[in-house]
């Protein structure tokens, strides 16, 4: 696994009307129906998710847009303005295609609708990007987002326990908007597909974080009872992203192994999720773990109190507190969960270095990508100015850091 030097790529801000006209372009005749999902940062609460634990994440106005109209020919057509190959496959013979390694998000997606029983006949698609790739805004759930949605404008259904209920109906044009409990049903798919068809055993974080959103609001999840609450971001702070434009590439089988080195962790220690313990508790029964288990443990449990306490921070507007849980979070990827990269630690060190930056972390899955800064608003553009000089004096990398604002969810 080499490290491979990105070039800090984002694939333009077309939006909307833009894939629209790629639509149009691609198939010869304006699309039927648009939609369009967030990504996602993960604020603070890192790899708690999927140890049933606690994590608050903000949407972001980065996203993928999806322009589609059916066809009745039992063929799926999907092209991208992100790369050159188009994808066109049967129905009933949906595989992954290496040479489209991206459609498999969409792909996993329509097998775990079909299994719930959805119903849906082809259709022509044109995906379109502005989620920056391996920076860790999760551009994957997005389009995972975006694909169930684009199939539930196209052929509406609504996702029961189990089985399917009565379709949603169209008024004046539109859909009616999705419930909380749809919305979750939703996510799991998402997280099914990626589980099981894409290969990563990713948590309900990116899924949930992109259909929950809500403009300036901090999305608080509990993983334990998947309940989402939306809580405001205090004023006065900017979000900056500042993609270290280095990441690892096969960071699925990491992120598989540190998952597996948790789920491990909980075993030996007689608990369902890694949420279940304490800070004593674990140090009680270290001996029971191997070192690398106590490692991860140690992140996990130190990661669901800093949410805990952060909450209470952000309640009181205490943004300089709640910005040391964030130096704390990454401190903890560095030196005990290890899904940090010696790019993401430069980062952190430079911001913890500027007098305007309240708290700075890496955000994500980690091994490369992106660090969330939480910033005073009114210095913004000087952070961002000092931050990406200082990083190229450092690494001789040109990034440039972008001010992110908080947005709704998918629709
Ligand atoms: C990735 C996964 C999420 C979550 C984060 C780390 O984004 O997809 O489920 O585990 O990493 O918090």
């Given at each position: 696994m080499g490290l491979v030097k990105k070039e800090g790529l984002v694939i333009g801000s077309l939006g909307k009307e833009e894939v629209k006209q790629f639509y149009q372009k691609a198939f010869g005749k304006p699309p039927a129906r648009i939609v369009r999902a967030p990504g996602r940062l993960e604020l603070l609460g890192n790899h708690t998710d999927y140890n049933g634990g606690l994590v608050m994440a903000l949407a972001v106005d980065k996203y993928i847009y999806i322009a589609a109209s059916p066809r009745n020919d039992g063929q799926i057509e999907l092209v991208t303005t992100s790369f050159p190959e188009r994808d066109t496959f049967y129905l009933d013979k949906i595989e992954k295609n290496p040479a489209t390694a991206w459609a498999n998000y969409t792909k996993g997606v329509l097998l775990k609708l079909r299994a719930r029983g959805v119903h849906f006949t082809g259709f022509n698609a044109a995906i379109h990007g502005t989620i920056p790739f391996g920076a860790g805004l999760s551009s994957s759930a997005a389009l995972e987002m975006a694909t169930a949605l684009i199939v539930r404008e196209l052929f509406p259904y609504r996702l029961g326990e189990n089985s399917l209920e009565l379709p949603p109906k169209r008024e004046a044009d539109h859909l009616p908007a999705l419930s909380p409990t749809e919305k979750l049903r939703i996510a799991k798919v998402g997280q099914a597909a990626e589980n099981d068809f894409v290969g990563v055993k990713c948590g309900l974080l990116d899924q949930i974080s992109s259909l929950f959103g809500k403009s300036g609001q901090v999305i608080q999840i509990d993983c334990l009872s998947n309940s989402v609450q939306n809580d405001p971001m205090p004023p006065g702070v900017a979000i900056v992203v500042a993609d270290s434009a280095v990441k690892h590439e096969l960071s699925a089988g990491d992120y598989n192994e540190l998952r597996a080195q948790c789920e491990s962790a909980a075993r030996k220690l007689g608990v369902q999720f890694l949420r279940f313990i304490n800070p004593p508790a674990l140090e009680k029964n270290k001996s029971k773990l191997t070192e690398r288990e106590y490692q991860c443990a140690y992140h996990i449990v130190g990661e669901n109190q800093r949410v805990v306490f952060g909450e209470r921070a952000l309640r009181e507007g205490d943004v300089t507190q709640f910005g040391q849980y964030l130096f704390q979070s990454h401190a903890s990827s560095r030196d005990?969960?290890?899904?940090?990269t010696p790019q993401l630690d430069t980062l952190v060190e430079i911001a913890q270095g500027l007098k305007t930056c309240f708290g700075a972390r890496l955000t994500g899955?980690?091994?490369?990508g992106a660090t969330i800064n939480l910033v005073r608003q009114d210095a913004a553009d000087e952070f961002v100015r000092l931050l990406s000089d200082e990083y190229f004096a450092r690494t001789k990398i040109k990034i440039q850091p972008w001010v992110a604002q908080i947005v709704d969810g998918a629709g």
């Amino acid at each position: 696994m080499g490290l491979v030097k990105k070039e800090g790529l984002v694939i333009g801000s077309l939006g909307k009307e833009e894939v629209k006209q790629f639509y149009q372009k691609a198939f010869g005749k304006p699309p039927a129906r648009i939609v369009r999902a967030p990504g996602r940062l993960e604020l603070l609460g890192n790899h708690t998710d999927y140890n049933g634990g606690l994590v608050m994440a903000l949407a972001v106005d980065k996203y993928i847009y999806i322009a589609a109209s059916p066809r009745n020919d039992g063929q799926i057509e999907l092209v991208t303005t992100s790369f050159p190959e188009r994808d066109t496959f049967y129905l009933d013979k949906i595989e992954k295609n290496p040479a489209t390694a991206w459609a498999n998000y969409t792909k996993g997606v329509l097998l775990k609708l079909r299994a719930r029983g959805v119903h849906f006949t082809g259709f022509n698609a044109a995906i379109h990007g502005t989620i920056p790739f391996g920076a860790g805004l999760s551009s994957s759930a997005a389009l995972e987002m975006a694909t169930a949605l684009i199939v539930r404008e196209l052929f509406p259904y609504r996702l029961g326990e189990n089985s399917l209920e009565l379709p949603p109906k169209r008024e004046a044009d539109h859909l009616p908007a999705l419930s909380p409990t749809e919305k979750l049903r939703i996510a799991k798919v998402g997280q099914a597909a990626e589980n099981d068809f894409v290969g990563v055993k990713c948590g309900l974080l990116d899924q949930i974080s992109s259909l929950f959103g809500k403009s300036g609001q901090v999305i608080q999840i509990d993983c334990l009872s998947n309940s989402v609450q939306n809580d405001p971001m205090p004023p006065g702070v900017a979000i900056v992203v500042a993609d270290s434009a280095v990441k690892h590439e096969l960071s699925a089988g990491d992120y598989n192994e540190l998952r597996a080195q948790c789920e491990s962790a909980a075993r030996k220690l007689g608990v369902q999720f890694l949420r279940f313990i304490n800070p004593p508790a674990l140090e009680k029964n270290k001996s029971k773990l191997t070192e690398r288990e106590y490692q991860c443990a140690y992140h996990i449990v130190g990661e669901n109190q800093r949410v805990v306490f952060g909450e209470r921070a952000l309640r009181e507007g205490d943004v300089t507190q709640f910005g040391q849980y964030l130096f704390q979070s990454h401190a903890s990827s560095r030196d005990y969960f290890h899904n940090s990269t010696p790019q993401l630690d430069t980062l952190v060190e430079i911001a913890q270095g500027l007098k305007t930056c309240f708290g700075a972390r890496l955000t994500g899955g980690g091994f490369g990508g992106a660090t969330i800064n939480l910033v005073r608003q009114d210095a913004a553009d000087e952070f961002v100015r000092l931050l990406s000089d200082e990083y190229f004096a450092r690494t001789k990398i040109k990034i440039q850091p972008w001010v992110a604002q908080i947005v709704d969810g998918a629709g």
